[in-house]
């Protein structure tokens, strides 16, 4: 498996040593968030050598499932777990108007190529929850098990990459009412390559304090990477944006 910003190893063995430091803040109670949803993805950007993945290669938008699982507890110095998986897929059809060479094949202007891209990951992401009164700041560190595969009229490069990526996440509720904003963002650049995937949303959910909680929220998201043949086995510089739905439980 090839990883993902090489010389950032020591992030995963130096990041954990200062959060450690701040765990302090972690909450009172044990916890379990749910989350599941729709997100209406609008894909844009460039792949191999800066061929349009709208204009050449025919990729314009779809839709993806998107969810996820935290469990919070008290216990000052472990951290917090958020397991969360986003599928990312697209395929169209498209005319080529530039040369290029990928998986070893030459492709030329005017050839009609069928493509499909898929950027399905998985976030694996420890955290310290360091405020928690009427405004919730969580910060940590996320591995991101990237499975990645660019198909251009049959020719196939793939790669299985683990990402280490820095997580933020915070939330504010307005009183008496339900509602709350909030937002999370995991990201990291290096050398010319990052990758930059963040939220914001506003949801709902019933408060009880004593059975299940459950609610709905709504947001936009936007997960870009751009990365060359150094660190992934084929070029992208991708965005991937759009509004999405999640219906969400407390337990």
């Known amino acids: 498996m090839m990883i993902f910003f090489r010389s950032l190893k020591r992030l995963l063995v130096i990041a954990p040593i200062t959060l450690f430091g701040t765990s302090a803040a972690q909450g009172d109670f044990l916890g379990v968030y749910v989350g599941a949803g729709v997100w209406g993805q609008d894909f844009a950007g ?16 779809n839709s993806g499932v998107q969810a996820y699982f935290r469990f919070e507890h008290p216990v000052p110095m472990l951290p917090n777990i958020r397991i969360a998986r986003s599928d990312i897929e697209d395929a169209g059809v498209g005319v ?9 094949d030459a492709f030329v202007p005017g050839q009609s190529v069928a493509t499909t891209v898929d ?7 420890l955290y310290y929850e360091l405020v928690d009164l009427a405004f919730d700041l969580d910060l940590g560190l996320t591995a991101r098990v990237l499975d990645s595969q660019l198909t251009i009229d049959g020719v196939t490069e793939e790669e299985n990459a683990v990402l280490p990526m820095l997580y933020a996440a915070g939330k504010v509720g307005l009183p008496f009412s339900g509602f709350y904003l909030a937002g999370d963002i ?18 709902w959910e019933i408060e009880n304090f004593i059975l299940p909680e459950f609610g709905v929220e709504a947001g936009f998201r936007r997960f870009a990477i751009d990365a060359g043949d150094d660190d992934l086995d084929f070029v992208i510089d991708m965005d991937v ?8 439980g407390h337990f």
């Open 46 to 61: 460039s792949a191999v050598s800066d061929v349009s993945i709208e204009d050449q290669l025919g990729l314009a938008d």
């Open 96 to 104: 080529l108007t530039s040369p290029f060479e990928f998986g070893g």
């Open 119 to 125: 950027m399905t990951h998985t976030d694996v992401t």
């Open 186 to 203: 995991n990201g990291l650049g290096f050398n010319g390559a990052s990758v930059m995937d963040y939220a914001v949303k506003i949801g």
């Open 241 to 248: 944006e759009g509004v999405f739905f999640n219906i969400t």
